[in-house]
């Protein structure tokens, strides 16, 4: 089976969803900066963080339906 392409706005999307559970507002109680004007390593970070997690749901999924 051929593997799909990941979405390209994964780390935005997880970014904006933790700012929707936390209020906006980073670890240590700060405001969340804009994702664009996160540095390129943090957006990197976030991405590959949300595409791992991505691409377990999709295995998961595909071992599920070959029961």
């Not at 935005?12 to 700012?19: D, N, P, V």
């Given at each position: 089976m051929a593997?799909?392409?990941?979405?390209?706005?994964?780390?935005?999307?997880?970014?904006?969803?933790?700012?929707?559970?936390?209020?906006?507002?980073?670890?240590?109680g700060r405001t969340m900066p804009p994702w664009e004007q996160l540095g390129e390593d943090v957006q990197a970070a976030w991405t590959v963080a949300a595409s791992t997690l991505y691409q377990a749901g999709r295995e998961s999924a595909s071992r599920e339906g070959d029961r």
């Open positions: 593997q799909q392409p990941l979405p390209h706005d994964l780390g935005q999307r997880a970014y904006a969803a933790y700012g929707e559970v936390t209020g906006g507002l980073t670890h240590d």
